[in-house]
């Protein structure tokens, strides 16, 4: 079975250029989280959906990141413009209930220049 | 508001060598409660878990009891291997709350031949 996909695998763009990551989460799980991981501030929980609907987006850094999920099995986060302060390593986890086991796909390690 | 203190890394150690990270938390209800072991380049994934008090988690020679009285939840394991370098985070889960979880600040464990 599959588990949570991520695409890019890695992006290097340049400041100022619009970024978007996608996500597939695990079939049949209802919540999906986005994470940035930093050295400096390690992992952050930036926004995260219960059944496509956004519950938490407190930790979403300013209004140059979004995030949708126009259905169960996607999801996809923006970043517009993109800055060098974003280079991270950005993470998609999805569960099943509350307080549940997360799972996480590989990451996409952004980089702007 | 819920909450994860980890002893703060990085941990060096030997192969073979015993192996203790602390963690303690802060929550209202009853947490359920995680270890997660991030691998260099990896996503997260989960290592252990307990779901009430007294309960013994236990995974590849890892264990951690979630002990309500001292509200810790301390991972150790008898005889670290190389392959065990990662950085390790401790989490919980509110039941009956909030979907998503709260995360320790991770703790890096090198371990030398």
Redesign the interface.
């Known amino acids: 079975d599959a588990g ?1 996909i991520q695409s890019p695998r890695h992006e290097v763009t340049e400041m100022g250029q619009e970024v978007t990551l996608r996500c597939k989460p695990i079939s049949g799980h209802n ?1 999906l ?1 986005w994470y940035r991981q930093t050295m400096m501030r ?2 952050e ?1 930036l926004i ?1 959906f ?1 059944n496509n609907v956004p ?2 987006d407190s930790g979403m850094p300013e209004d140059r990141f979004s995030a949708k999920m126009p259905n169960a099995s996607f999801s996809t986060l923006k970043i517009q413009p993109s800055e060098p302060r974003d280079s991270a390593v950005y ?1 998609c ?1 999805s ?1 099943l ?11 996409t390690r952004l980089t702007v220049l | 508001g819920d909450s994860v203190t980890q002893m703060e890394g990085p941990v060096t150690l030997s192969e073979e060598a015993f192996l203790t990270i602390n963690c303690t938390y802060t929550a209202t209800g009853y ?2 409660l ?1 270890w997660y072991v991030q691998y260099p380049g ?5 290592l252990l ?1 307990a779901t009430k008090a007294d309960d013994k988690g236990s995974n590849k020679g890892f264990e951690a009891t979630y002990r309500k009285e001292t509200t810790s939840f301390h991972l150790e394991k008898g005889s670290v291997q190389v392959s065990d370098s990662a950085v390790y ?1 401790c989490a919980l ?9 709260v ?1 320790g ?2 703790t890096k464990l090198t371990v030398n031949p």
């Open positions: 949570v919540s989280f390690g992992l929980l995260y219960n519950i938490d993470f986890a569960t209930g509350a307080a549940g086991e997360q799972f996480f796909g590989p990451g | 947490p359920s995680f990896e996503g997260l994934q989960l878990k985070f889960g509110t039941q009956g709350g909030s979907e998503k979880l995360f600040k991770g």
